[in-house]
């Protein structure tokens, strides 16, 4: 049975993304972030997708979702590496820890662990292991396939980029590691001298623009489509939705859409959100599975129909008041997912 809401997905945007960030990598390689089920895509659609384009390294958060991809044979790191109840899993060898502060790394030595990545905390100070830890020995022995750290401000033009960057690139040879990785996304536009051996990009592989370096290059790969339950007039006086908040300044033609927060159409978009390119106004408070759009500059569209909402994400962040990453992450489980 169809639902009556789907994300139409453009396989070939994806895969032209991903080309133009591994361009954009030089001669490093690049990878993807596929953690938060793909950025809410679906991330076994995602991964197999990028696999047939050339990409080679994939990233998830935790081992439930390393789990989930070990049947496609990939090459997985888990960028929260390891708890104590993660370890049989992360011992059968589905896909390498990254290692994340001391006690992981005690951990993993503990029980014989064999390859694995780290992370250096070069200044974000949420995940990793200190550049002073790793020049008095922490890791020596190890068996590292990637050193790793990750960029606070990489959508933003910081001095801190370079103080991150140096304190990193100041690791080289400190370790056995084989590889070096730092940039995400936005650190992919700060030009070669971020992306060492292997990118990291996530949000922009899935139509995120988070510098304006990416603006025109980067193509939309998510849209969302509703089908209409019910077209009605509402007499003009009259209000629409919770808490009345529209109040029909005429007689109004009105659609009520399949669609509403719980699919991650967010109660931001109440009054903000459109459809069919700008044309049809979200109208009034968005529901938990219900939306209003005034359909006057759509006589024909009827009980059945699919509209499709605007959702570039940096116009849809801009009119939802949320972040591109947000938008992407909270879509539901109630669409169907149609590649195409
Ligand atoms: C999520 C994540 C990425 C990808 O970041 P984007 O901003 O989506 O490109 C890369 N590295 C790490 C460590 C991450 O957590």
Redesign the pocket.
Known sequence: MTAPLRLRLDAAALADNWRTLDRMSGAAACGA?V??NG?GLGAIAVAERLAAAGCRDF?V?TWAEAERLAPLGLSVSV?HGVRDADMPLALAGIARP?LNSEAQVARWRAAGGGACDV?IDTGINR?GVAPKAVRDGLLDGLAIETL?S?LAC??EDSEMNARQRSAFAGLAGATAARRM?L??????ALGGDYAFDLT???????G?I?RSDYAGRIRSVVTPQAQVLQRRTVAAGETVGYNATWRAPRASEVAILNLGYADGYVRGFSDTGTAGEGRLPVIGRVSMDLLALDVSASPDLGEGDWVTLDFALPDAAAASGMSQ?ELLTLMGQRYDRVWG
């Open positions: 972030a953690k938060a950025y990233f958060a960028l990254v992370m995940l790793l990750h990489a959508d990785s940039a995400n996304s936005g650190g992919i990291r990009p996530g949000i922009a592989l899935y995120g988070v990453y």
